[in-house]
């Protein structure tokens, strides 16, 4: 997280105020929140290795496909923590996702459906162009057919369960990003179906 949150140059008050959400979030002691801060900082130093790091990850963790999905799209949201993707933010999402397995074009259709997803954060959507935003949320379009929309809608829940993600070892924060993901794509089903059956 201080790797991506630096990559741009600098550190915003909003991506300090997404790590101490996130320190929040997990219930952290006195104790636990320094060492977070420290990690964080040391993450942020123009010298961190962070390919050890996702190399120490892909050891660990690296056979469980929801693992690796739920720590990119952590790092995207981390990354949108100020409302925008820079270039050099995106860069380094691009090379930590090949670290995880996934192509440039695998990496592009994450990112939008997760800036897309975001759209619908609060249960509602929050732009003009609502209905577009939703089947890019769910990775489908206007084209496809209902069939398709609900394929892509569970396999989405299903990708974000809190039960199935904690089976997998998936840590609470992780599991909290996973059920705000959840949320939003429900929006963004129900506002396609919604718009289907008028």
Do not use: W
């Not at 949201?77 to 820079?86: G, H």
């Not at 954060?121 to 609900?150: F, H, I, N, P, R």
């Not at 840590?171 to 963004?188: L, S």
């Amino acid at each position: 997280m201080g790797k991506l949150a630096k990559a741009d140059g600098h550190i915003s008050k909003d991506e300090i105020a997404h790590v101490e959400q996130f320190i929040q979030k997990l219930g952290m002691s006195a104790e636990h929140r320094q060492r977070a801060i420290a990690l964080f900082k040391q993450g942020a130093a123009p010298d961190f290795d962070f390919e050890a790091t996702l190399r120490q990850f892909m050891a660990v963790c690296g056979h469980t496909h929801s693992l690796r999905q739920m720590l990119l799209v952590y790092l995207i949201v981390m990354a949108l923590s100020d409302e925008r993707i820079d270039t050099a933010e995106e860069r380094l999402l691009i090379d930590i996702a090949r670290y995880l397995g996934y192509d440039q074009a695998s990496f592009k259709r994450i990112l939008d459906m997760v800036l897309n997803q975001s759209h619908f954060a609060g249960g509602q959507a929050t732009s003009d162009t609502a209905l577009d935003d939703a089947y890019k949320a769910l990775g489908v379009s206007k084209q496809s057919t209902d069939q398709e929309v609900k394929r892509a809608y569970r396999k989405l829940m299903s990708q974000y369960h809190p039960d199935k993600l904690m089976g997998q070892g998936l840590p609470e924060d992780m599991i909290a990003v996973a059920t705000e993901q959840a949320k939003e794509v429900q929006v963004a089903y129900d506002l396609i179906t919604k718009s289907r059956k008028q």
